[in-house]
Structures are given as structure tokens and as C-alpha cells.
């Protein structure tokens, strides 16, 4: 399905202002958090409030969510504070309980878009509806499989789609909870110009100081909205306190961004240098992986007595490697030094794991 048209996700009242904000707790856990935090993002403008009422937890045994005992509280966010609400659905009894309790927009997780089985009962669960639907990326950084499931919406005979960047999930969690690899949904966008974007700084930086650099970049990537996780007392949240803010601190980082004209931006310098960061990013991550690639070379060649230096085989590489460069038209005495210090640091790591 590559000419995928989308409708406008736009609800009455909602700002098409970049950032179009959706904010609420991780989790609905009492009437009075959801309606105290309801209330202080209301006063803050925000007008699309989120909780989740069954919560996708990766061990079991944590909380899980209040389930639909929760619905009636975001009706009545929605009575009292004339808020638009949204909540995630997994299963087709979640979408009819959802429904019932007239949430506006329903969105569909990261474990949940990654299995086409709960993608498609969602679809049909759907169809003849006209709900709002946000689908989150998928846990593994595959695209198509994100299409995948924006598909079977699509099929499902649903218009109205949005999509929400959450990051991936890395057994390298050193900066991020779920690695941003911003070229995937910039991809996305690529090929589906008119699919409104959303970016949930909260589950990618899981710590609160990250929301908002990961906002803001998410601005200067063109993203049209983002979902943040906001609660009244983040400190004493039931799931995700780490990376959960307070109305207050929300609404310091939102007026704090620095939104850029999109046509300008795209010619800007910075924005070229912010490409470069993170063309940047992805040759560490890239190079990080085939250092761990030669340690393992390196654990298997002690293993089987095999020596470290293999002269043939490093020169089929520099030869081969070479050549590829100058096509891409990238100088070959350049691209010989970039690979001598590569091969260089690869035969160090080898022989750090031999002499384990
Ligand atoms: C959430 O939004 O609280 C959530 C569980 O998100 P994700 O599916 O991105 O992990
Ligand atoms: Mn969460």
C-alpha cells in the first residue's frame, strides 16, 4: 500500500501549532491523580489528556494497570475539564471497552505493533468505527513492520492515523531507554508525507532531564506533536516514575522549545549540523558493533588457536573497501587511513580478548 492517504487528526479546539501536545500519567492509578493531573495540565492549556489503563509491563507482577474501573475517571476528565482523551488498546476487548467510554483517540503500543497477530485483531476490532488511531513504533527498529501495522489500520478502513516515535529497544541503554535512530522515522515521513508524527520523548530518554532535549529535537526534525509523560507526583508514580514531569515543569519545557520555520530549516546550517550528529551517532554505533564482532572473531580464534594477524585477509578488505569508496566518490588514500586505524583498534580489541 505505498499511496496510503491520511485525514487530518485534528480535533475541534486542538492547536495544529507545532508541537501539538498529548500529555497525562503512565498509568491511570487513582480517580484523584487522573482528575489532579487532568486539572493541572488543563490550566496549562494541554488539551489532549493520556493514561494508560492496562499497561503492557515486561515482567509480570508489577503494576498493570487499573483496567476499565478507569474509564468512567477519563470520562470525567473529559466532562470536567473539556480535555480529548487517549488511552493505549492492545486487544479487541480493549478497543469495545475503549469505545464504550468514548476515549477520543486510541493508541496501540510498542509490544503490540511489533506482533501482527494483535495487529490485525485490533484492524478488525476497528472497522465501521471512526476513531483516532496512534500507533506507536514497534520495540525492534524494523520500518516495515511499522508500516505493517499502519497498514492494517489503513485496510481496517481507518483514515485518520498518526504515528508515535518512542525509540528501540538496545541492550545499550547508557544514554537512552530506547535509542532514538531518528533516520527510521525520518524515513517514514519520507514516504508518507501527509502521516501526522508524533515523538514521546518520555520513553526514549526514560529520565526526566532528557525530555526535553528529545523534544526539542524532535521539533527540528518536523515532528508535528509530541506525547509526554506528565503526572501530579512523578516521585510516587505506580510505572515509568523516573521519566515522568509535573504539569509545571511540562509546560516550562514546552514554552521553552524553539520551533523553527520547516521551509527555512531545511537550508539552515544548524539543522545541516544536527544532521551530521546524528550521521555521527550511527557511524559510532555502527563501528561499536563491529568492534564487538572482532572481539568475538578474536574469542573464537583462541579457541582454535588461529593467530590474530591474517595478512590475506586484511588486504582482500582494504582492496575491497577501496574500491567501494572511490565509487561513492570518497578519496582512496583517505578511506585506506580510515581503515588501517579501524583494523588497527579491531586487532587491539582481539588481543585484549586473548589475553583474558
Ligand atoms: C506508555 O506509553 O506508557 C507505554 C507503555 O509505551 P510504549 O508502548 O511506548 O512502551
Ligand atoms: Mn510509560
Known sequence: MDNMEFESILLPGVDAKRP?????????????????????????GIKVFRAGI???????????????????????????????????????K??????????????????TSANPFAMQEIADALVGTDKIILIKNPVNPDLDLWIGSIERIYGAGIRKIGVIHRGFSSADQKIYRNLPQWHIPIELRRRYPTLPMFCDPSHIG????????????????????????????PDNAWSDKNQQITPDVLDYIINLLVIRDS??????????????????????????????????IGLYKKEHNIQILQTAR???????RIKQAIKFGIDGDCMQKILELIHEESIRQQMNVMNE
Request: glycine share 6%.
Open 94 to 111: 480493549h478497543v469495545a471497552e475503549a469505545i464504550k467510554y468514548d476515549i477520543d483517540i486510541l493508541w496501540i503500543g510498542a509490544r
Open 20 to 44: 501539538i501536545v498529548i500529555a497525562g500519567p503512565c498509568s491511570a492509578e487513582t480517580e484523584e491523580q487522573v482528575l489532579t493531573t487532568a486539572k493541572q495540565l488543563s490550566d496549562k
Open 206 to 233: 526514560g529520565k526526566r532531564e532528557l525530555v526535553a532535549p528529545i523534544s526539542q529535537q524532535a521539533m527540528d526534525l518536523n515532528f508535528d506533536g509530541l506525547m509526554i509523560e506528565s503526572h501530579c507526583d
Open 314 to 320: 586484511y588486504n582482500e578488505i582494504l582492496e575491497d
Open 263 to 296: 521551509k527555512q530549516s531545511t537550508e539552515n546550517l544548524s539543522e545541516l549540523r544536527r544532521q551530521i550528529d546524528e550521521m555521527d551517532d550511527q557511524l559510532l554505533e555502527v563501528l561499536a558493533k563491529r568492534m564487538r564482532i572482532s572481539r568475538e
Open 54 to 92: 492496562w499497561k503492557p509491563r515486561t515482567r509480570p507482577g508489577s503494576f498493570e494497570g487499573v483496567g476499565s474501573e478507569g474509564l468512567p475517571w477519563l470520562q470525567k476528565v473529559k466532562a470536567q475539564y473539556g480535555m480529548y482523551t487517549t488511552t493505549e488498546v492492545a486487544t479487541a
